[in-house]
């Protein structure tokens, strides 16, 4: 009998180490997430996107192991509306935000909504965000309060404080905030070292937190005006101080690649790297480029809301990938949820899961019918085919330079305002430059994207057509903050 007990002991022993095993393979086999951000970076700005001065030797190689999206799009092509897009898989106006803001204005992203680091913090989680924050700078609004455990960064843009200078010179701004957590820490006035910050930062948290998942987020200061880079970048690309920026940018990703790698993380690691809107053209030799696309940041033309993105992760995206089929920053919400297993709260989100797409699946369908362009106080600009083919526009008035250049010297020349009087359509399979208007030679493309577009007029509102959508949720906004 007591060898019979001992085999039973031993049995169950087995069993419980069996089951023990699965569930720490299950815990230790989370993927984790780094999503790494630029700001007002232009379409061209990689050397794997055709710039001809810029050297991104870590990005093109990111490239080659991984995938390059030809048509990655932002909602909205402003830093704030971008932000909260990527982060909720919500177009920006649904949860009422528009547009960038500007320092202690009582709103910002609402304690409802939920974040990619909220989602991902009953699995286990550890979060970061090491860089600019820009969805509320009170410290209601901060991201700890949105499911980060640590935070360091600026809470608004680099040239916010108090407010954008009009007159003068561009360094014409008080002390910029730079918070840990939710407390200030100390103000800068040289933000040349901030890029190196946030990277050894994001080094660190791999370090500290390669025995559990992690979801890490760099949502980089630069190349936002007022440009800095460190003296170990200064003076060294052939593209003048932006070049040296985006050449520093490219350091920084190197460094947590090789982090990833250096702690055995590398092929359980998905690395996204993306950019919030379009250049700030205006800034001339300070900005970026976007060519062959038109326009740029604050319009909703292609320049403007297409930017590069990088996917990597090694076993799963099949390397040296080019995907033409379009994706949006909402569809990373909806592809981390599917990737992780992660529970989705109940209420709407816009983006769609684009795994099958990511992993380079065969005939992958569109997964989203549709797109949508908004800018400024909810205004739907533009509407999209779901295969990216098709782009519709409003009548509606956009910033241009039309044809005019920009400075060096880092100061901004004045905007013409256009106006778009009628509904124009643009092959962007054969046009991507939105040259010619061919409206008249498809009108069951127009009707097709008509019917799409009331249907967003109908959830999201329009202001231009005087429209209130049903599925806007308010924003978030302290006692006593002022309406738009």
């Known amino acids: 009998m007591n060898q019979y007990r001992r085999l ?17 393979e299950e815990v230790t086999t989370l993927p984790n997430i780094v999503i790494i951000f630029t700001d007002d970076q232009g379409y061209q700005d990689l050397g794997c996107y055709g710039s001809p001065d810029i050297r991104t030797p870590h990005l093109d190689q990111m490239a080659k192991e991984g995938m390059r999206f030809k048509n990655f799009y932002v909602s909205q092509p402003v830093c704030s509306a971008s932000r909260a897009s990527l982060l909720t898989g919500c177009y920006a106006n649904r949860m009422g935000i528009h547009g960038a803001y500007m320092p202690y204005v009582g709103k910002g992203l609402h304690p409802n909504e939920v974040t990619i680091a909220e989602m991902l913090k009953p ?28 935070y360091f960064g600026i809470p608004f843009s680099n040239d916010m ?6 007159q003068g010179t561009i360094f014409d701004f008080d002390p910029l905030p730079l918070v840990e957590n939710e407390q200030t820490i100390d103000t800068l006035e040289d933000q040349s070292m901030l890029t190196t910050w946030y990277t050894e930062r994001a080094i660190s948290f791999i370090e500290r937190n390669r025995n559990q998942p992690f979801f890490l987020y760099v949502p980089h200061s630069m190349p936002h005006v007022p440009l800095f880079a460190s003296e ?8 003048g101080l932006y070049g040296d920026v985006i050449e520093e940018i490219d350091w920084s990703v190197g460094q947590i690649l090789a982090a990833l790698k250096d702690n055995d993380l590398d092929e359980n690691t998905l690395v996204i790297f993306t950019s919030d809107n379009g250049p700030w053209l205006s800034y ?14 604050g319009t909703a033309w292609e320049g403007g809301v297409r930017v590069p993105c990088i996917m990597r992760w090694p076993g799963k995206i099949k390397p040296g990938r080019e995907e033409a089929k379009p994706a949006m920053t909402i569809d990373v919400f909806p592809t981390i949820a599917a990737l992780t297993g992660a529970s989705l709260r109940e209420h709407a989100i816009d983006g769609k899961d684009m795994t099958d797409l990511m992993v380079g699946k065969e005939k992958v369908a569109p997964h989203q019918a549709a797109y949508y362009f908004y800018y400024k106080s909810n205004e739907l600009h533009a509407v999209m085919s779901g295969d990216g083919r098709w782009k ?7 910033r241009s330079l039309n044809g005019r250049t920009g400075t060096d010297d880092g100061q901004p020349i004045p905007y013409d305002q256009n106006d778009l009087d009628k509904m124009e359509l643009y092959d962007l399979f054969n ?3 939105e040259v010619h208007n061919v409206i008249g030679e498809h009108p069951n493309v127009v009707k097709r994207l008509e019917a799409y577009a009331e249907k967003a007029r109908a959830e999201l509102g329009d202001r231009l057509t005087g429209r209130k959508g049903a599925g806007v949720r308010p924003v978030g906004e302290l006692a006593g903050a002022g309406t738009d």
């Open 161 to 166: 404080w108090p407010y954008h200078p009009s």
């Open 284 to 297: 001339g030799g300070h900005s970026g480029r976007a060519l062959p696309l038109r326009e740029g940041k």
């Open 123 to 150: 699995l286990g989680y550890a979060t970061a965000q090491y860089g600019k924050w820009h969805l509320g700078s009170e410290p209601e609004f901060l991201p700890t309060r949105q499911g980060f455990d640590e």
């Open 232 to 239: 170990k970048h200064k003076g060294k690309s052939a593209a």
């Open 392 to 398: 519709l526009y409003y009548p509606h008035r956009y």
């Open 431 to 433: 046009d991507v430059g």
């Open 8 to 24: 039973l002991v031993a049995a169950l022993a087995l069993l419980y180490c069996v089951s023990s095993c699965r569930q720490k």
